[in-house]
């Protein structure tokens, strides 16, 4: 193999890893800027190289052409279901059932595993590649949705197959010298959306002005049966796998505790909170410990699964229908409660999209008083017919919002009304106004006061600005005093303002201007995320910041310059050209030039730059900074040609130094790294 070739294999095998450590770890070791630049020298190799493309190549995610339909695949072995238990007594009963028809349960262990509420899938591995994936289906043929499921980062697209691999593709210590791996594996876990991905994924939408998702479970199941890859891609799915349905060519576990260890080995993402226990009153409580703490997880889980550890006696038990009487579903309470909706408010959001509200009877679903919900947008009230008084079924899973699934319409005695929407702004009393092909309303009035205070809210949020230090109740402080007309304003406050506001003394406003000025130095991407234009999320505004290079350029972009950037269509053209047209957004860009808020070229362009201050040195930071976020202090340093890592070592040029640090002091002393603080790091930087 020449060196190049020897290149290639190693950059695979690294993104693997940090794929593995990222999507199925939750924890990387590597910066987003690093691991971008290992995908592009892939990139190029396989440019220049087409012919050495493996199907197992990062790249080949979300390569597949969309089809016109799924292809059926009949399963190796039934997709079974599960029997429902609600509560205690009926897992016991459970147990006793079983214990009735063979004894041998009374020595088994019980593993509990949280039951996650998301869609089965069957995964094939053949000699260690991911050749096939399949839905459930009817339990014994589901639909081919391999191109889909590729897509998903968490699943492996190759595992090992060679007893002699010490290590996986993930670089995980192998567990397999007991037994040969099989070379045809097909195992089951469970695709679903985290519900912090799904409210980050509804808001986006919401600003854009479409239609928003209902509930992780829906949109899950909706990418995955997306005909176009590239669909799917975009949704962030991930999932947990459980169980091996069938094997070929080698050994697998005899136990469900040791089939969950031996998947976790082999590189699948793999639930943590999973227990074994000796008896059944343990596994029980244990079960009955996470109904209150359901909504610590990340996702949705509507109950636990009590199983059988010895697989061959949960075999030997068999089934009744579909479901096996080795395992149970312990399910949690609903978390629907229906209640009176009192009213219908009426929200401002940042890009002025009017967003209606519920306002509930207060009722509690699983502990927790819920008193407003999501109504999603107008015409969802109108197409579900929810009128003000109804009584409204009420959902609220996890830490999701909740929403109104819908009126009950069989106890309605008259006096409900149906919702109007309003044809004015409820916080400036301006028209609002549709736009084509969109579900939303707007208020386009620039000085209407709500949008004002989300709009600095979105200004200094983490994906735009970034200034930390400026919650929502100084932001909105901020304008009641009028110190703040445009986001351009912040860069003019001073001391003395700040410390006539209330709550303010004279750290806090020290270190809130620090972070204010500090935020002049993000990219131009930030700062194009952050003006807030309709239509121009993070990805949108990465794009002009690459086309354009600077703010001057984008203020003179026409319609015909912005159509011909790549997934840029003439909506957000549209939006683009209109939102500089505009005498109050150029006055507020003539403000923010003044205040030296002008980046010129995005991060990751100059983050190769030999020329910063910071250049050719590593930096290592721990604790807590008093003027950046954890993102900030990154950019701070890669904007100025430094680089940022995790863990200190003997080529870490200096550890920054905050607020209760940890273990990293005490190996930087160890090892000799010099300590610095946040100032000596701006002086090294040149901005001291
Ligand atoms: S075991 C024989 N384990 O719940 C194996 N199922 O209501 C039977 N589910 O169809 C399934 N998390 O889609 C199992 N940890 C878990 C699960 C799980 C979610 C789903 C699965 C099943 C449904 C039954």
Not at 109 to 135: C, M, N
Not at 461 to 485: P, Y
Not at 555 to 560: E, G, H, P, R
Not at 618 to 631: C, M, Q, Y
Request: proline share 5%.
């Amino acid at each position: 193999m020449d060196n190049l070739q020897a290149r290639y294999e190693d950059l695979k095998r690294q993104i693997h890893f940090h794929n593995y450590r990222y999507h199925v770890l939750d924890a990387p070791v590597i910066s987003d800027g690093e691991y971008d630049r290992l995908l592009a020298e892939l990139k190029q190799i396989e440019s220049d190289h087409p012919d050495w493309i493996s199907p197992d190549s990062p790249t080949q995610r979300a390569g597949a052409a969309p089809a016109d339909r799924f292809e059926k695949v009949r399963h190796p072995a039934p997709i079974l279901s599960l029997a429902n238990a609600f509560g205690a007594a009926d897992a016991r009963a459970w147990y006793e059932r079983v214990r009735k028809l063979d004894d041998r349960v009374e020595r088994t262990k019980f593993v509990v595993e949280p039951k996650i509420d998301g869609l089965s899938v069957v995964l094939h591995y053949r000699d260690g590649l991911f050749v096939q994936g399949a839905t459930r289906g009817d339990g014994e043929v589901g639909e081919d949705i391999t191109s889909n499921l590729r897509t998903i980062k968490a699943i492996p697209l190759r595992i090992p197959v060679e007893r002699s691999e010490q290590r996986t593709e993930t670089g995980q210590p192998s567990l397999f010298s007991n037994f040969l791996l099989p070379n045809y594996l097909v195992v089951r876990g469970e695709v679903f959306i985290p519900i912090a991905d799904f409210e980050a994924l509804n808001k986006k939408l919401e600003e854009a002005g479409e239609k928003t998702y209902l509930n992780p479970r829906n949109t899950a199941a909706g990418s995955l049966r997306q005909l176009d890859p590239k669909l799917t891609a975009q949704r962030p799915l991930t999932l947990l796998v459980y169980q091996i349905v069938h094997a070929e060519g080698g050994e697998i576990p005899a136990s469900q505790w040791e089939t969950l260890e031996t998947l976790r080995a082999l590189g699948f993402p793999v639930t943590d909170i999973a227990r074994r226990f000796d008896d059944i009153n343990s596994a029980i409580a244990y079960t009955e410990s996470w109904g209150d703490k359901r909504s610590s997880l990340d996702y949705e889980a509507d109950g636990m699964v009590i199983k059988i550890d010895d697989l061959g006696l949960a075999a030997d038990l068999g089934f009744v229908g579909k479901d096996p009487r080795g395992a149970i579903a312990f399910k949690f309470p609903a978390l629907e409660v229906t209640t009176t909706l009192l009213d219908i408010n009426v929200e401002v959001g940042r890009t002025g999209v009017l967003t209606p509200k519920a306002v509930l009877e207060p009722v509690e679903i699983n502990g927790v008083i819920v008193k407003n919900a999501t109504l999603h947008n107008f015409d969802y009230i109108a197409e579900k017919d929810i009128r003000i008084g109804d009584r409204v079924l009420v959902k609220r899973a996890g830490e999701v919002i909740p929403y109104v699934i819908g009126p009950v319409t069989d106890v309605r005695n008259g006096s409900e009304r149906p919702f109007i929407p309003p044809t004015t702004c409820p916080a400036c009393g301006q028209p609002v106004e549709h736009f084509e092909g969109e579900v939303a309303w707007y208020c386009v009035n620039a000085a209407c006061p709500e949008q004002l205070v989300r709009n600095v809210e979105h200004y200094v949020s983490r994906g735009a600005m970034d200034i930390v230090g400026l919650g929502i109740k100084i932001v909105e402080q901020l304008i009641a005093e009028g110190l703040v007309k445009d986001v351009a304003d912040l860069y003019a406050l001073t001391k003395e303002q700040l410390l006539e506001l209330e709550g303010f003394a004279d750290k806090k406003a020290d270190n809130l201007l620090a972070s204010i000025a500090e935020s002049k130095n993000r990219p131009l991407n930030r700062l194009i995320t952050a003006l807030g234009i309709h239509g121009v999320g993070e990805v949108a505004a990465g794009d002009l910041a690459r086309h354009f290079g600077n703010l001057d350029a984008l203020v003179d972009a026409t319609d015909a310059d912005l159509q011909s950037i790549e997934g840029f269509g003439p909506n957000t053209a549209a939006a683009i050209v209109d939102w500089f047209s505009r005498p109050a957004n150029r006055n507020l860009l003539g403000k923010l030039k003044a205040a030296g808020v002008w980046p010129v070229v995005q991060v990751s362009e100059t983050s190769e730059q030999s020329s910063g201050k910071l250049s050719g040195m590593t930096f290592v930071v721990t604790g807590t900074l008093a003027g950046f976020s954890r993102e900030g202090i990154k950019e701070f340093i890669e904007s100025h040609g430094g680089k940022v890592t995790d863990s200190v070592s003997k080529k870490t040029s200096y550890l920054v130094l905050g607020e209760n640090p940890g273990s990293k002091l005490d190996k930087a002393r160890s090892l000799g790294v010099p300590v610095i603080d946040e100032a000596a790091l701006r002086q090294l930087a040149g901005q001291g």
